[in-house]
C-alpha cells in the first residue's frame, strides 16, 4: 500500500488529508488548506459578477485572470490586484511542492478569533467575494453566501487515511500493564480492552462469565472499537435533509427537497443506492482492465531488464569479434583498434541507458499505477454511497487516463539489442587509416500506418513509419502511386517527410500507393499496396483564395454575390480531369435583367470579365429572355433554331461532320435568337463528362441546345461571373440527370 500514500496526501501542505473537501473540479484539499489560500475579488472583477451579468462564461475562461491577479509572470512571490485598493499586496508563501499559498487579505476581526482555538471544526466568517483557486487544475471557484461549508466533505477520503494511518502506526499497547506497558496481543471486543498475555490471564480468565468474550487481535479489535454506524449524510442545502437521490445532470446526491424547490427540480434523478451500485460497478470494471495494463507493465519490465542481460552477452561477443579481427592485421591495425573499440563502448553505453531509462520510467509509471489501483479498492470498501459518488466519477476518469497512459506503443521497447554493425576487413594494409564502421544494410521497408491514411474528395493522405527496433539510418523516402486505373506507378513524393498528401486526384478512382526507404547504401523494398477509394460524387464550394476582391461569399462559400456592378468571377475549389460531373446553382436574388454566365474555366482564368470572354473558359450566358454559348468571346445561340444559311438540321450535320470519331468543334452558326431565360428561383445545371469530353447546360431541368462545347481534355474548374444584381446558390455532388446516358454519341433529348 506504499504506492498509495500520495494520494492520500493534500497538493497545499503535502500532509495527510485532514477534513478534506470536495472541490467542483473533483480535486480534494484540506479544510484548513482551502481557508488559507482563499483570496478577496473586487465586486467587478469577480467571476461570480460577471455570471450575474448574462455573459454566459465558464469558470475556466477566468483562469488567465486570476493568475495575473494572484501573482506576477516574473514569480516574484508576491500577490497583487490591480486597480483594487483595498486590497494591499501581501507576500505568497509556497508549500513543499510548490503550490502558491496566499493567506486571506483580510484579517479576521478580533471577536472571532477566540471561536478558531477551542472549535476546530468551526470556521470563521469568509469575507465577500472571496475565492481560492485549486491548486492542482488551477480552475478559479468562487464561494457563496455557504463559503467552505458549501463544499461537500469527502468522507471515503477520510476514512481510507485514517485506516492508512493505523496500518501505519506502532503497536498497541496493554492498557492493563502497571508500569511499563508490553505489547497488547488481544482485545476484548465487550470489555473494550487491550491485554498482553500475562494481563489477560492475570485478568480476563478463559472461564467464567467472561468465557463467552470474544477476544481478536489487537489491530482488528482497534477498527472494530473507531468502527460506528455508517453516518446519514445531510444536504449541504438543507441541513435537516437527508439525501436520499442522485441527480444524474448534475451527479451529485440530493434530498427531496432539492427536488420540490431547489435547482434540481427539472433534473433526472435516480434511486441513490441504485447508482451507487452502478458506479461501484463501473469502477470495479475499470480496474479490472487497468490491472491487466499493469499485469502487461510488470511483464515489460520483466523483458527489458532481460534486455539488459542480452545486450551485455552481445556487447561481449561483439567486442571479442572485433578484437579477433584487429589482432589479424598485426601492427598497421592495432592503433585502429582502440578506435574501434571506443566506438563499439559508446553504442553498447547508449543501448544500456535508453533499456534502463525506460526500466526506470515504466517502474514509476506502474508504481503511480499501483498506487491508484489501491486507493480505488479502498474507496469501493466504502459503504457510504453518497461519499463514494462524490469522487467515483472522478476516480472513474482517472482509471481511464491511467490505462490510456499504456496504451500502444508504452509497452514497446525503444532499443534493440542487437548490433548493426558489420567490421569490414577488406581495405589493403595502405589504407588502413580509413578504416571505419560501414553501413552493409539497406533500410527495411517502412510500415504504412493505415489509422492515419485517408482520402477526402480527390484528395489522398498517406503516412508511413519505420519498422519497431529499426537501427538502419535512413535519408529519405519515396512515394509512388498508379494512375488510378492500374496503370505503372509514378513518384508523387521524395523526402525526409513521413506524412504526405497527395491533391489532385480523380474522383470516383482506385489509387494503389507504395513507399520505400532509401540510404547511401541503396534503396529499400517497397511497403505493403494500400490501395484508396477517391470520392464517388464531388462535393465542392467556392474557392475565395482564387475570386475576384468583388467578390462575397455567404453560406460556408456556397452562396455567392458581387459588390460591383461589373462581372466577376469565382471559381471552385476542386478542380475536374476525369469522369462524369453535374452541379446546379440557385438563382437567390435577380434585379434589373443582369447577364450572369456559368461553366467551367481554366486556373488562371481572367477574373475581371465576363466568363466567357477569353480562350480560359466555356460558359452560357443568361438574361430573363434569351441564353447563349460563349466562349473566347464567341457567341453561340442557346439552342439551335430555323438555321439561316442551311437548310438542314444541324443534328444531320454534325453526324456528316463525323463530330465523335474526330471530336472537332462545333462551328457557330448565325442563329435566329429564341425565348427563355431565368428569374429568380430558377435553377441553371452544368453537366461536364470527360468520357465524351462534352458540357451541356440545363435551365430548370430543360437541356440548352443539344451540346454547347466538346473536345474538352485537361483540369477544369467549376466557375460563374456575376454582378451585384444577382445572388447565387451552388449545389454540389448531384446525381447525373435522368435523360443522359454517359458514353452515348449525343444527349437525349436534344432537338434540331
Known amino acids: 500500500m506504499d504506492e ?181 496481543t488481544v482485545m476484548c471486543e465487550q470489555c473494550d480492552v487491550f491485554y498482553c498475555d500475562p494481563c489477560r490471564l492475570r485478568c480476563h480468565p478463559p472461564r467464567g462469565p467472561l468465557a463467552k468474550h470474544r477476544l481478536v487481535p489487537p489491530a482488528q479489535g482497534r477498527i472494530s472499537r473507531r468502527a460506528s454506524p455508517r453516518k446519514i449524510s445531510t444536504c449541504t442545502e438543507h441541513e435537516l435533509e437527508n439525501l436520499s437521490m442522485y441527480c444524474v445532470q448534475c451527479k451529485t446526491p440530493v434530498c427531496y427537497q432539492c427536488l420540490e424547490d431547489g435547482k434540481h427540480s427539472t433534473h433526472e434523478v435516480k434511486a441513490l443506492g441504485a447508482m451507487w451500485k452502478l458506479h461501484k460497478g463501473q469502477l470495479s470494471q475499470a480496474l479490472n482492465v487497468l490491472s491487466d495494463r499493469a499485469t502487461e507493465a510488470k511483464e515489460f519490465l520483466v523483458q527489458l531488464r532481460n534486455m539488459v542481460q542480452h545486450i551485455q552477452e552481445n556487447g561481449v561477443e561483439f567486442e571479442a569479434c572485433l578484437v579477433a579481427q584487429c589482432d589479424a592485421l598485426i601492427e598497421a591495425l592495432n592503433r585502429r583498434k582502440a578506435q574501434l573499440l571506443s566506438r563499439v563502448t559508446k553504442e553498447h553505453e547508449h543501448k544500456l541507458s535508453v533499456v534502463r531509462d525506460q526500466i526506470s520510467h515504466c517502474t514509476v509509471k506502474l508504481r503511480q499505477t499501483t498506487g491508484l489501483m489501491e486507493y480505488c479498492l479502498e474507496v469501493i470498501k466504502e459503504n457510504d454511497p453518497s461519499g463514494f459518488l462524490q469522487i467515483s466519477d472522478a476516480l472513474i476518469r482517472r482509471v481511464h487516463m491511467t490505462e490510456n497512459q499504456w496504451g500502444k506503443g508504452s509497452l514497446t521497447p525503444r532499443m534493440s539489442s542487437d548490433f548493426d554493425l558489420t567490421l569490414d576487413s577488406g581495405p589493403l594494409l595502405q589504407t588502413i587509416h580509413q578504416l571505419d564502421f560501414v553501413q552493409m544494410k539497406v533500410p527495411a521497408a517502412p510500415i504504412l500506418q493505415l489509422e492515419e491514411c485517408c482520402t477526402q474528395t480527390n484528395s489522398a493522405t498517406l503516412s508511413w513509419k519505420q519498422p519497431p527496433l529499426s537501427t538502419i539510418a535512413v535519408e529519405g523516402y519515396i512515394l509512388e502511386l498508379d494512375d488510378g486505373t492500374g496503370g505503372q506507378f509514378r513518384e508523387v513524393y521524395v523526402g525526409i517527410e513521413m506524412i504526405c498528401t497527395v491533391d489532385g486526384l480523380h474522383f470516383n478512382s482506385t489509387y494503389k500507393a507504395r513507399v520505400k526507404a532509401y540510404n547511401s547504401s541503396g534503396v529499400g523494398q517497397y511497403s505493403k499496396t494500400l490501395v484508396m477509394q477517391t470520392s464517388e460524387i464531388a462535393w465542392f464550394t467556392f474557392d475565395p483564395a482564387s475570386a475576384h476582391p468583388d467578390i462575397i461569399l455567404s453560406n460556408d462559400n456556397l452562396t455567392v454575390t458581387c459588390n ?56 452560357m450566358y443568361v438574361d430573363n429572355n434569351r441564353s447563349w454559348f460563349m466562349h473566347n468571346n464567341s457567341h453561340t445561340n442557346r439552342r439551335y433554331g430555323e438555321c439561316l444559311q442551311r437548310d438542314r438540321c444541324l443534328k444531320h450535320v454534325l453526324k456528316c461532320d463525323n463530330i465523335i470519331g474526330r471530336r472537332q468543334s462545333v462551328t457557330s452558326l448565325p442563329v435566329r435568337p429564341t425565348d427563355g431565360g431565368i428569374s429568380k428561383g430558377a435553377t441553371v445545371g452544368v453537366l461536364l463528362d470527360f468520357s465524351r469530353g462534352i458540357l451541356l447546360f440545363l435551365i430548370n431541368d430543360e437541356q440548352q441546345g443539344p451540346v454547347a462545347f466538346n473536345t474538352l481534355e485537361g483540369m477544369y474548374y467549376p466557375a460563374i461571373s456575376l454582378n451585384r444584381n444577382v445572388q447565387v446558390t451552388l449545389h454540389s455532388g448531384l446525381p447525373i440527370p435522368d435523360f443522359y446516358t454517359p458514353g452515348e454519341s449525343e444527349a437525349a433529348g436534344s432537338v434540331c
Open 564 to 619: 460591383s456592378y461589373d462581372d466577376r468571377v469565382v471559381m471552385g475549389n476542386t478542380g475536374f480531369s476525369r469522369g462524369v460531373h453535374y452541379w446546379e446553382m440557385t438563382i437567390d436574388r435577380y434585379d434589373n435583367h443582369p447577364d450572369p454566365a456559368f461553366g467551367i474555366a481554366r486556373a488562371d482564368v481572367m477574373k475581371d470579365v465576363m466568363l466567357g470572354k477569353d480562350d480560359k473558359a466555356w460558359a
Open 4 to 184: 498509495m500514500e500520495e494520494e492520500l496526501k493534500c497538493p497545499v501542505c503535502g500532509s495527510f488529508f485532514r477534513e478534506p473537501i470536495i472541490l467542483p473540479c473533483s480535486h480534494n484539499i484540506c479544510l484548513a488548506c482551502a481557508r488559507n489560500i482563499l483570496v478577496q475579488t473586487p465586486d467587478a472583477e469577480s467571476p461570480q459578477s460577471s455570471r450575474a451579468s448574462g455573459s454566459g462564461v465558464s469558470d475556466y475562461d477566468y483562469l488567465d485572470l486570476d493568475k495575473m491577479s494572484l501573482y506576477s509572470e516574473a514569480d516574484s512571490g508576491y500577490g497583487s490586484y490591480g486597480g483594487f485598493v483595498s486590497a494591499p499586496t501581501t507576500p505568497c508563501q509556497k508549500s513543499p511542492n510548490g503550490v502558491r499559498v496566499f493567506p486571506p487579505s483580510v484579517p479576521h476581526p478580533p471577536q472571532a478569533q477566540h471561536h478558531l482555538l477551542p472549535h476546530t471544526g468551526v470556521l470563521p466568517p469568509v469575507p465577500r467575494n472571496s475565492c481560492l483557486t485549486c491548486p492542482q487544475c488551477h480552475r478559479s471557484l468562487t464561494l457563496d453566501d455557504r463559503g467552505l461549508r458549501g463544499f461537500p466533505k469527502n468522507r471515503v477520503l477520510e476514512g481510507v487515511v485514517d485506516r492508512y494511518q493505523q496500518s501505519k502506526a506502532a503497536a498497541l499497547k496493554c492498557q492493563l500493564c502497571e508500569k511499563s506497558p508490553r505489547e497488547a
